[in-house]
């Protein structure tokens, strides 16, 4: 555990101090002194590559909204949030949000569903952006907007809010005993996993014919796609070898390849992982979590449950079949790939580095600027590997006031092809293009890691960013605005 007080970067007034505050903290982020304007900018030069277009280095990462209806199609709230993607200035757009291939894999009764009813829904969306984005950026030349599909597999919920029904691959010792799982909870049958693959071919159809330009087979955050990577413990075709654990990714990307011809497809991966974390009880009160610690692991060692970590100390991350699967999506012609780490239910301080945690989270343990630097840093080796690939990154909102600096030197010194981002662009949707035209950079606006976003619709809210959208602020209860402050 690092021993430099953490910093609230609000209230650093310049890059130099930033830069010293990272020196003491010994972490190599790269930033830049001065911000280059307009075509000169490391971040508006397109990437053509792999017969892809993409018309600057701005990305906006997926954000599952949990405001569509019971059946999977878009509400207001959830249009209103895609023409925001659309006006931001990025001009890749990965998801705009998880988007369920069946009902069963919903990770939220009021997630998106790609399916034959749900057609007009999503295609209201995706124009509704594209549109949106031609007003902005005067024409969607260099436009490349995905579709994230998704089965959320143990973190299924598509029927009630808070009766999770999960749909596991394998026993986990550690996550199947926090879900309440019995030891007869059932695992799913192969022939139930060919029958999903098909659901994302038939999604993967459909998102073609609506005219998106790819879609992202999900392979992170604990969903199913990232469950199956660390199957080492199933048994049959499915599980234990690398070649079975990744059958999955080939046999969806296969059948897409069949159905789709055309079709461009990503993948998002939590390239690293750690243990599972959890409030420390001694330093915890009720309704009061304390910092993270990591659950009890020693006597699960070698730890055969990860994906991206370190067998004999799961704390740590180990990137060796990160660079596997890596060369596999090479060799599958999938040259968009989406780097991520961990995930939001048992790990949040490396999914998404926050000050203030999420109603079911706990305060950060060490200054989460560290966490920053380590997706910084696995995507930086994981991009001198790979250079054909297009490389999207993560994490960047936490730098807050210096994520132009952090992600233009990125850029320029070729650790990542593409910044992306989540939060920032709920709280300052039109950050982008502020930064690529030189515009004053909105500081009231930044996403101060308040965690609501993430907090409300663990309370059952639409999810957004209700500190500093005023569209949310009125919608919000009284009882969401006690839960949040309580946590700042
Ligand atoms: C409210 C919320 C919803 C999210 N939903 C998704 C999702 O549907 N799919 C996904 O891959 N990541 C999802 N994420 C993770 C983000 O894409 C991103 O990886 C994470 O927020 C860290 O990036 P940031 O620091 O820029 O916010 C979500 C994050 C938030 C805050
Ligand atoms: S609620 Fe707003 S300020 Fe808080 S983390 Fe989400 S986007 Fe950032």
């Known amino acids: 555990m690092s021993t430099t007080a953490i910093l609230r970067l609000g209230s650093v007034r310049s890059v130099d101090e930033f830069k010293e505050h990272l020196n003491a903290l010994g972490l190599t982020i790269p ?7 307009g075509t000169d900018s490391p971040l508006a030069q397109p990437i053509v590559r792999e017969g892809i277009q993409i018309g600057n280095r701005f990305a906006i990462n997926p954000m599952e909204g949990w405001d569509g209806t019971s059946d999977g199609l878009p509400s207001e709230h959830t249009v209103r949030r895609w023409q925001r993607f659309g006006r931001s200035g990025a001009k890749l ?50 436009l490349l907007i995905g579709l994230q599909l998704t089965h959320s597999g143990r973190y299924s919920c598509p029927n009630q809010k808070g009766r999770p029904e999960p749909r596991i691959l394998y026993r986990h010792p550690i996550l199947d005993r926090r879900m309440n799982l019995s030891a007869e909870y059932p695992v799913l049958t192969d022939g139930e996993i060919e029958g999903i693959i098909e659901e994302f071919h038939g999604a993967a159809v459909l998102a073609n014919e609506l005219g998106f330009g790819f879609v992202d087979i999900k392979h992170c955050h604990g969903y199913l796609g990232h469950e199956f990577l660390s199957a080492h413990t199933r048994e049959g075709k499915y599980g234990g070898s690398f070649e079975n654990r990744t059958r999955f990714l080939r046999e969806v990307a296969q059948g897409i390849r069949a159905a789709a011809p055309g079709l461009q497809i990503g993948v998002r991966l939590s390239c690293f992982d750690t243990v599972a974390y959890r409030p420390d009880p001694a330093l915890s009160s009720p309704g009061k979590p304390g910092p993270g ?22 704390r740590k991350s180990d990137l060796a079949e990160s660079v596997r699967f890596l060369s596999l999506l090479e060799e599958l012609g999938i040259s968009l790939v989406n780097l991520t780490a ?38 930086h080796e994981l991009k001198q590997r790979f250079p054909k690939l297009i490389i999207v990154g993560t994490a960047y909102s936490y730098l807050q006031d210096f994520m132009p600096q952090v992600a233009q030197a990125a850029v320029r010194l070729g650790w990542v092809d593409s910044v992306g981002f989540g939060r920032m662009v709920l709280s300052y949707p039109e950050v982008f293009s502020d930064v690529l035209e030189g515009r004053d950079f909105q500081h009231k606006l930044v996403c101060r890691t308040f965690s609501d976003c993430t907090t409300a619709p663990r309370n059952g809210l639409p999810s957004g960013c209700y500190p500093l959208d005023s569209y949310y602020k009125k919608s919000a ?9 309580a946590r700042r």
């Open 31 to 37: 930033c830049d002194g001065e911000l280059l304007r």
């Open 93 to 142: 757009i990965w998801g705009c949000e998880a988007v369920a291939v069946c009902h069963e894999g919903r990770a939220n009764p009021n997630q998106l569903v790609a399916a034959a009813h749900t057609r007009a829904g999503l295609a209201r969306l995706l124009e509704g952006l594209v549109q949106e984005h031609r007003q902005a950026a005067g024409s969607d030349d260099g």
């Open 342 to 379: 961990g995930s939001p239910y048992y790990n949040p301080h490396i999914q998404r580095p926050a000050l203030y945690p999420p109603s079911d989270g706990y305060l950060p343990f060490q200054d989460p600027l560290i966490e920053v630097a380590r997706q910084l840093e696995a995507v």
């Open 477 to 485: 209860s009284a009882e969401l605005l006690k839960v949040a402050k």
């Open 293 to 314: 610690i990591a659950e009890e692991f020693q006597h699960l060692i070698p730890y055969r449950w990860g994906f991206g970590v370190d067998e004999s100390d799961p």
